[in-house]
């Protein structure tokens, strides 16, 4: 089993920064990819950025040039900073974990969210 607690949200202006963590503990050996998804309420939670064991990283459109994510194998972490954020970004960000084995999902886990509010 792997466990997956965030931190890092809060509420910023527009134009601001934060930096979300992630940790993940118990099996992390298993884990291949881990990325960052958020949701607001009456929509559906989307990718923000994933990043793989490897270090391969992919970004939603929107976050683009703005956000970074980043992966430390080592302190069994990942990290989602945030720039130049927008009113937009205002969400529920959600860490993920994942095992992947022959092109199948094995398993998919959550953290239980961290807020990010953008308001002047």
């Known amino acids: 089993q792997v466990q997956l607690v965030e931190s890092g949200g809060g509420s910023v202006q527009p134009g601001g920064s934060l930096r979300l963590s992630c940790a993940a503990s118990?099996?992390?050996?298993?884990?291949?990819?881990m990325g960052w998804y958020r949701q607001v309420p009456g929509k559906q939670r989307e990718l923000v950025a994933t990043?793989?064991?490897?270090?391969?990283?992919n970004y939603a459109d929107s976050v683009k040039g703005r956000f970074t994510i980043s992966r430390d194998n080592a302190q069994n972490m990942v990290y989602l900073q945030m720039n130049s954020l927008k009113a937009e970004d205002t969400a529920v960000y959600y860490c993920?974990?994942?095992?992947?084995?022959?092109?199948?999902?094995?398993?998919?886990?959550w953290g239980q969210g961290t807020l990010v509010t953008v308001s002047s």
């Open positions: 990043i793989t064991s490897g270090g391969s990283t």
């Open positions: 993920n974990a994942e095992r992947v084995v022959a092109g199948v999902l094995v398993w998919n886990k």
């Open positions: 118990g099996s992390i050996f298993s884990i291949n990819t």
